[in-house]
């Protein structure tokens, strides 16, 4: 049974640094992304890294966030440096093999 457990989520001020880390189980997956959604606004992908350790990102967060992984531990990470008040949301870690599994969230909070 695959799960996907989320971490790292806070309160922190506008210009501080949060580390999320996402531990999967389950099976050997190939690409791992955060997505977040904010109050009222769709989802969106946030970073995407494959197995290989290919990366993409979205425009808003380009230069301030690194995704990264560990694949002996099957865990997916993503620093946020620089954070905004606009990046406040809740973030969902995902895992891909066949389909995309989905973790509960974790809530990010940036006060201005």
């Known amino acids: 049974q695959v799960q996907l457990a989320e971490s790292g989520g806070g309160l922190v001020q506008a210009g501080g640094s949060l580390r999320l880390s996402c531990a999967a189980s389950g099976s050997i997956f190939n690409a791992m992304a955060w997505y977040r959604q904010a109050p009222g606004k769709q989802r969106e992908l946030v970073a995407r890294?494959?197995?290989?350790?290919?990366?993409n990102y979205a425009d808003s967060v380009k230069g301030r966030f690194t995704i990264s992984r560990d694949n002996a531990k099957n865990t997916v990470y993503l620093q946020m440096n620089s954070l905004k008040p606009e990046d406040t949301a809740v973030y969902y870690c995902?895992?891909?093999?066949?389909?995309?599994?989905w973790g509960q969230g974790t809530q990010v909070t940036v006060s201005s």
């Open positions: 890294i494959t197995s290989g350790g290919s990366t």
């Open positions: 995902t895992a891909e093999y066949h389909r995309i599994y």
